[in-house]
């Protein structure tokens, strides 16, 4: 009988010892984007549990438009769903500024000030850090060098949309699955409108003029969809109303884009030959302009930040200093190749000779982030901070109204006229109901 009751006490001790280490755990969860790097950072992530037992990672994987939702509604409610959310320079200083957002802190050895000033001042509000970069990126031309040398096509610094045009034109080979260019079409603020917000500062147009009234009817941007909806329909692939990032990624890897305007990030993989069958015939240009330079290429971080409503923002911060640190990218070139890194957040990536030896898109990429400059991306006088956005709470559910009246204008729902009247209508009604004006 003593054995027996000996037993049980081991038993019983031995089930409080694991209930205690259980407890012991803390589980963070994780909300990002479906794109290539936060995918390889999920497979790395194992090695900050091995080397931080305490701490279990759980990821909530979401296509970019569902995590902005996701994300978006559960900070406002405070749902607490999330301790680590990816959001980007949209959201950071405006969820900052609101309270929403805990302030980041790192140890001197994070060196904060080795992350690119305009990625910094991006995510920060009234001195403080909101979110840490584990990407940055610009937009930029990337194109099949050997369609444009068969086409006699020579792209030079930044050239014009006219330019891009004519391009569009000679590289289509429609018989063969091959289309001049591949540009995005899914409705979204950040997904279609943040490459047409570009392409339209590039035509002289802006959202807003200095009393806050939207200025989607006017000829800079009739001028800059109609052209869109006219070269996707000529020369872009079917169902581009539908497509975003990655889904040119993959038409563009298997050879059927001669070219494609989107984030600088992607040139990582474009040129990556384990993923595209045309690594070896990439090449490189700034974004196009028309009637001004300014605004014609965005700037963009996808980056971690800790909600308020987090209760283990000690161990979230652990997490987000492991991965947007030097000590990641560097771990990251070592074991997967210097041409796979994380890119566009830190001055000392570039300044690395093994990175600039294996990124051949590193000086364009560089050259696009450094040109970007939120505080004057429009040829006339706007009175918002931003390039593909603008830095107002209202934005989201505008760009995301506009999104989908410009997605339904390329799919030929409707004439770009009406589209545009229906937009101006709809950030009209928005920008009243905020009280930017009656």
């Known amino acids: 009988m003593k054995i027996k009751q000996l037993a049980m006490a081991v038993a019983g001790a031995l089930t409080l010892s694991a209930a205690s280490i259980a407890s012991a755990e803390t589980e963070l969860v994780i909300a990002t984007v479906n794109n290539g790097h936060m995918i390889e950072m999920q497979k790395l992530s194992s090695k900050f549990e091995e080397a931080n037992p305490d701490i279990k990672l759980k990821w909530v994987t979401l296509e970019e438009g569902t995590l902005r939702q996701r994300v978006t509604t559960d900070i406002a409610t405070k749902g607490g769903q999330f301790d680590i959310m990816t959001i980007g320079m949209y959201e950071a200083p405006i969820w900052g500024k609101k309270g929403w957002l805990k302030p980041l802190e790192f140890d001197a050895s994070y060196d904060v000030e080795d992350i690119l000033p305009a990625v910094r001042d991006g995510l920060s509000a009234d001195g403080k850090l909101y979110a840490a970069p584990f990407y940055g990126e610009s937009s930029m031309l990337m194109y099949r060098k050997d369609l444009a040398d068969a086409a006699g096509i020579k792209f030079e610094g930044r050239p014009t949309w006219d330019q891009v045009a004519e391009a569009a034109e000679k590289m289509t080979d429609k018989d063969n699955g091959v289309y001049g260019i591949c540009l995005r079409g899914k409705p979204g603020w950040g997904d279609n409108m943040a490459f047409l917000t570009t392409m339209a500062n590039s035509y002289g147009a802006q959202?807003?003029?200095?009393?806050?009234?939207?200025?989607?009817?006017?000829?800079?941007?009739?001028?800059?969809?109609?052209?869109?909806?006219?070269?996707?329909?000529?020369?872009?692939?079917?169902?581009?109303?539908?497509?975003?990032?990655?889904?040119?990624?993959?038409?563009?890897?298997?050879?059927?884009?001669?070219?494609?305007?989107?984030?600088?990030?992607?040139?990582?993989?474009?040129?990556?030959?384990?993923?595209?069958?045309?690594?070896?015939?990439?090449?490189?240009?700034?974004?196009?302009?028309?009637?001004?330079?300014?605004?014609?290429?965005?700037?963009?971080?996808?980056?971690?930040?800790?909600?308020?409503?987090?209760?283990?923002?000690?161990?979230?911060?652990?997490?987000?200093?492991?991965?947007?640190?030097?000590?990641?990218?560097?771990?990251?070139?070592?074991?997967?190749?210097?041409?796979?890194?994380?890119?566009?957040?830190?001055?000392?990536?570039?300044?690395?000779?093994?990175?600039?030896?294996?990124?051949?898109?590193?000086?364009?990429?560089?050259?696009?982030?450094?040109?970007?400059?939120?505080?004057?991306?429009?040829?006339?006088?706007?009175p918002y901070v931003g390039v593909q956005f603008a830095a107002i709470p209202e934005f989201q559910a505008i760009g995301t109204a506009v999104g989908q009246q410009m997605s339904a204008a390329l799919a030929g729902k409707v004439s770009v006229e009406e589209a545009l009247e229906a937009a101006q209508k709809a950030a009209d009604r928005e920008m009243r109901r905020a009280g930017y004006y009656e």
Do not use: H
Request: hydrophobic content about 40%.
């Open 207 to 382: 959202w807003f003029d200095m009393d806050w009234k939207p200025q989607l009817t006017s000829e800079p941007w009739k001028n800059a969809i109609t052209d869109y909806v006219d070269m996707m329909t000529k020369f872009g692939p079917p169902g581009s109303s539908a497509n975003s990032f990655n889904e040119i990624l993959a038409l563009y890897n298997e050879g059927k884009c001669g070219m494609w305007i989107d984030a600088t990030i992607a040139a990582s993989f474009i040129t990556d030959p384990e993923q595209s069958k045309v690594a070896d015939k990439v090449a490189f240009a700034q974004a196009p302009q028309k009637a001004t330079d300014k605004g014609a290429n965005w700037l963009w971080a996808w980056s971690l930040a800790v909600p308020e409503s987090s209760k283990k923002s000690a161990e979230a911060m652990k997490f987000i200093e492991w991965a947007t640190s030097k000590d990641y990218i560097k771990m990251m070139g070592e074991e997967k190749g210097w041409g796979k890194v994380p890119t566009g957040t830190r001055a000392s990536t570039y300044a690395n000779e093994d990175f600039q030896k294996a990124a051949v898109f590193a000086d364009a990429e560089i050259a696009a982030i450094k040109s970007a400059n939120p505080n004057d991306s429009t040829l006339n006088e706007s």
